[in-house]
């Protein structure tokens, strides 16, 4: 089993629309959780950390199931520059902050 | 936030060659970095944690003496790909961290083989 998985997508949407992406991870012991923005061919920049009472940044919601090994991402009312791929990044849980990314799940947002 | 920086951007060798890349915390002090790969359509897969003043740890599947890592100083650590071969051509990231938990990227390193 993968460390993070995720839906690949991708996802298209119009502009306004709401749009959710899931992940799983494995280790039971990780106590970090994140949500990446990655653009082609760059590098990935912090959307937002992830915390087990939930929290919300704006149009972005985000919640964590640590019972169920899940995470989630909420986007509301989507903007076109949120057309990016996400990544759902968990840390390793043993010292150190080397981190565990999924894959990415593809977001279009659509005129 | 912090800065890391990572240089060159891209770069294409020659197949056998030596490739060295840096990667530098610009206005903090990193004990630890870590270096990722990124394959296409793949996620970023740690490579290997980068620790000032002692040798890196490798993760499992990736070999030591073919990449090469550096950490002489707080501020700078280095990726060398020793005999590169078209297989390691790839996106590699660095990262770290300051005081907390966010993790800052460098911009990366396109490497083409060829």
């Known amino acids: 089993r993968k460390e993070v998985e995720q839906d690949p997508g991708p996802f298209n949407v119009p502009e306004g629309a709401t749009v959710a992406f899931n992940c799983t991870y494995s280790n039971s012991a990780s106590q970090s959780f994140f949500w990446y923005r990655q653009d082609c061919r760059k590098e990935p920049k912090l959307l937002m950390s992830v915390y087990s009472s939930g929290n919300e940044d704006g149009r972005f919601t985000a919640q964590l199931n640590r019972a169920s090994q899940y995470i989630s991402l909420l986007i509301r009312d989507s903007k076109l520059s949120d057309s990016a791929t996400y990544l759902c990044v968990v840390g390793r849980g043993n010292s150190g902050y080397a981190l565990n990314f999924g894959k990415g799940t593809s977001l279009l947002v659509t005129p | 936030g912090a800065v890391v920086s990572q240089h060159p951007s891209w770069v294409i060798c020659k197949s056998g060659t030596s490739v060295k890349i840096e990667c530098r915390s610009l206005?903090?002090?990193?004990?630890?970095m870590f270096w990722y790969r990124q394959f296409p359509k793949q996620s970023l897969m740690l490579m290997a944690t980068?620790?000032?003043?002692?040798?890196?740890?490798?993760e499992q599947g990736v070999e030591k003496d073919k990449f090469l890592i550096n950490h002489a100083s707080l501020t700078l650590s280095t990726l060398t790909v020793t005999s590169a071969h078209p297989e390691d051509s790839s996106f590699y990231i660095c990262?770290?961290?300051?005081?907390?938990?966010?993790?800052?990227f460098g911009q990366g390193t396109r490497l083409t083989v060829v």
């Open positions: 206005d903090f002090q990193a004990t630890t």
């Open positions: 990262s770290a961290q300051d005081s907390g938990t966010e993790a800052f």
């Open positions: 980068s620790n000032e003043g002692s040798k890196a740890t490798y």
